[in-house]
């Protein structure tokens, strides 16, 4: 089963907790127990998994990112966004989730994030289940 669904991004570097609709995807494909690939199909993006109970983490983060690689860095990539590039090599753009029980198994303090490093923009994200048999 595959699920797609859109996220609208307000800044140019922003984690968005999508947790929610990766979970009503996984219950929508009737699951109880298999594996939820989380994949977005674009190069200056990516999917993140870290804490969600602290809105600092995924704020620190995207400080961090930007600090790390910024934007004008003398890069050769002609469009501008050679750092929005790297980190989402940084990141990866996909993320596997073990189902059990009819539930993502992610830990207490986890949640997965959209992460956009070119925005703002409207992107998509892809969720594909696949249950044990």
């Known amino acids: 089963m595959l699920e797609k ?6 800044a140019r570097c922003e ?3 999508i947790t ?4 009503e995807a996984a219950r929508k494909s009737k699951a109880q127990s298999g594996v939820c690939f989380v994949y977005t199909p674009h190069t200056t993006a990516g999917i993140v998994i870290n804490e969600n109970a602290d809105p600092d983490v995924k704020r620190d983060i995207s ?3 930007e600090k790390l690689i910024p934007k004008n860095s003398g890069f050769d990539h002609s469009e501008g966004n050679s750092d929005a590039h790297i980190k989402s090599c940084l990141c990866g753009n996909s ?19 959209f992460a956009e490093f070119d925005g703002p923009r409207t992107r998509e994200v ?7 048999v």
């Open 20 to 23: 929610p609709l990766v979970r």
């Open 63 to 65: 400080k961090f990112l």
């Open 95 to 113: 993320k596997t989730v073990f189902i059990e029980d009819g539930d993502l198994m992610l830990g207490t303090w986890e949640g997965i994030y």
């Open 15 to 17: 984690l968005l907790d």
């Open 126 to 132: 892809l969720v594909k289940v696949l249950r044990e």
């Open 5 to 10: 669904f859109s996220v609208k991004t307000r």
